[in-house]
């Protein structure tokens, strides 16, 4: 993505106007100095445990228990059957402010006046939280020049993804959001319950620090999204279509090349996938964060590109292209691959899990024909697969630091009418809104969007994301709940284990610039459009061009977790 050139002097509004918006670490060291200071583009690593500031766990008692207990977040639990809802916030605190928060929209936005808004605002108690709603497609980086200019209303969302566009998210955060330390250290739970019963991890994931050098700059600048866990992609095969030609699921790396020349028939329009790139690392034993591992042999830190796996991964997606087993029109990157799968073109697509209980859902819809369901755990040449699972958050709500300490509080208030989880009566209106206008109950006793609902509720982000629920489960079609549930079970023991877990690290630019770099050069290999003999010339070019930089920042940061 690209950073808007020269903003133009807008005004507060004017801005909004132009966009389109408003239209149809380990404990006891909270701080990893990884730099001497926050600069734009030199990075920043930033513990997420082991701080005395966060909000106290008080745990509050779930008003309806799910049918199928896990052990979350990575094996969450969940519900088979649609709960009465029962009331999270009964003594609801009144609030008479007014604010704006920026979020991002993908679609229409919904008209200001239709009745989800004011009976939301109603139920939490009569605070107005009005939505500037931004195009979801271009907001990573239009959220930068609102952020310089202070044009977003007293507060932003931003998920995760986003963060990449600003030149230091760091320095971005601690200079333009609101401190909230003070307010949510300590025992919250008289006013805030709710909050207070929020997933630790999840708050700190919500710190940043003014001075890398200084652990007591560290603060609470965000206010988390949903905290969640587990595997969140996969490889979704059209298992009906395997049923009929007698193809078996794939148990290895291997299995899965023979089913893939088993399908695809290139003449005929017929090929084993639309794409196969970002997941598949982890088939090939490649982990890491930015693809970097602590060597324990070597005492090192290295890049999977300087591991012999990773040459058997580029000749594995290079066997793909070369035997037109994938998607001829690929490397044009505008292929609907789901639709694609869909018409029965495309056995394989990497994805979002997610998308596994949508086709199911339009299967029973009658929209979409067949079945589809995730690849087990792979992996090359006999090694055990390894399974990416990551216990996080989506991303964040900031706050303007030029609200009052009151305000702030009025806010929280919502936030706290928010975090209601599944099975409230909160959360039934915030997920679907208004019963008779946005939907009904079905047959089976689960709600269901009528047209407006799907427009209004449904689709946009609105306040669905304002913060975390106090649980996340497993939730919609009860064959699909226990279906995902026993697959979550199934791969426990495959978890790939995770260097830096509790820390954030934010490369420098320098490293995320070689690493855009050296992703086109192996898509060039994977596509034909060079030959996999360059690979050690890239891997020189990488290093030489911001790789050891990403070295010897990843050296440093693991060595202040781990003592080594």
């Known amino acids: 993505m690209t950073t808007p050139s020269e903003p133009a002097p807008f005004k507060r509004r004017s801005l909004f106007k132009a966009a389109g918006l408003g239209a149809a670490g380990a404990a006891g060291l909270p701080i990893i100095a990884a730099c001497s200071d926050i600069e734009s583009g030199g990075g920043s690593t930033q513990a997420t445990e082991g701080f005395d500031f966060l909000p106290e766990h008080v745990d509050w008692p779930l008003p309806v228990q799910p049918d199928l207990v896990g052990e979350p977040p990575n094996h969450p639990s969940g519900f088979t059957s649609y709960p009465e809802p029962v009331q999270a916030v009964t003594d609801v605190p009144a609030g008479s402010g007014a604010y704006e928060l920026t979020v991002p929209c993908w679609g229409p936005a919904p008209a200001k006046d239709d009745p989800y808004f004011a009976a939301v605002y109603e139920a939490w108690g009569g605070t107005k939280l009005e939505l500037r709603q931004g195009d979801g497609m271009t907001f990573a980086d239009t959220a930068v020049q609102w952020v310089k200019a202070d044009e977003y209303g007293d507060g932003i969302q931003l998920f995760n993804y986003m963060t990449g566009s600003f030149g230091s998210f760091q320095e971005t955060v601690v200079n333009s959001f609101y401190d909230l330390t003070e307010i949510l250290k300590g025992d919250i739970s008289g006013r805030w319950p709710l909050l207070a019963a929020v997933p630790t991890p999840a708050w700190g994931l919500a710190v940043w620090s003014k001075d890398p050098d200084d652990p007591d700059t560290a603060g609470i600048y965000g206010i988390p999204m949903s905290y969640s866990g587990g595997q969140g992609n996969g490889v979704l095969a059209r298992t009906d279509l395997m049923e009929a030609a007698g193809i078996a699921m794939p148990t290895t790396v291997e299995e899965l090349l023979e089913a893939a020349r088993a399908w695809s028939d290139d003449a005929n329009g017929k090929w084993a996938f639309a794409q196969l790139d970002w997941f598949i690392g982890q088939w090939f034993g490649l982990g890491g964060t930015d693809g970097w591992n602590w060597d324990a042999d070597e005492k090192k830190m290295v890049n999977n590109i300087e591991r012999p796996e990773f040459t058997e991964m580029m000749e594995f997606r290079r066997t793909l292209w070369d035997e037109k087993l994938i998607h001829p029109d690929v490397p044009t990157g505008t292929l609907d691959a789901a639709a694609l799968q869909e018409a029965g073109q495309i056995l394989f697509t990497q994805d979002n899990l997610v998308r596994w209980n949508d086709y199911n859902i339009k299967v029973k819809k009658g929209e979409v024909e067949g079945a589809v369901a995730p690849l ?14 990551a216990a996080g958050i989506g991303g964040w709500t900031f706050l303007n630091k030029s609200l009052s300490k009151e305000q702030v509080e009025e806010i929280l208030d919502i936030v706290n009418w928010c975090a209601a989880p599944y099975g409230t009566t909160e959360y039934q209106l915030l997920q679907y ?16 969007f009528t047209t407006l609902g799907s427009e209004v509720v449904q689709g946009p982000v609105h306040y669905k994301a304002l913060g975390s629920q106090v649980e996340t489960f ?63 010339d890239m891997v020189e070019t990488y290093l030489n061009n911001g790789g050891e930089t990403a070295r010897q920042y990843y050296t440093d940061a693991y060595k202040a977790v781990h003592g080594e």
């Open 474 to 536: 497993l939730t919609g079609d009860p064959d699909m709940v226990a279906a995902r549930f026993e697959y979550d079970a199934s791969i426990q023991d495959y978890a790939m284990e995770n260097a830096f877990e509790g820390v954030r690290v934010e490369a420098p630019a320098e490293a995320k610039a070689a690493g855009q770099t050296l992703w086109d050069q192996q898509q060039d290999i994977a596509f034909g459009r060079a030959e996999l003999s360059s690979i050690p």
């Open 433 to 448: 809104g208004v019963e008779g206008e946005h939907f009904t109950i079905g047959d089976d006793g689960t709600p269901v």
């Open 376 to 389: 087990p755990p792979l992996a090359a040449k006999g090694r055990t697969p390894t399974v990416a699972m």
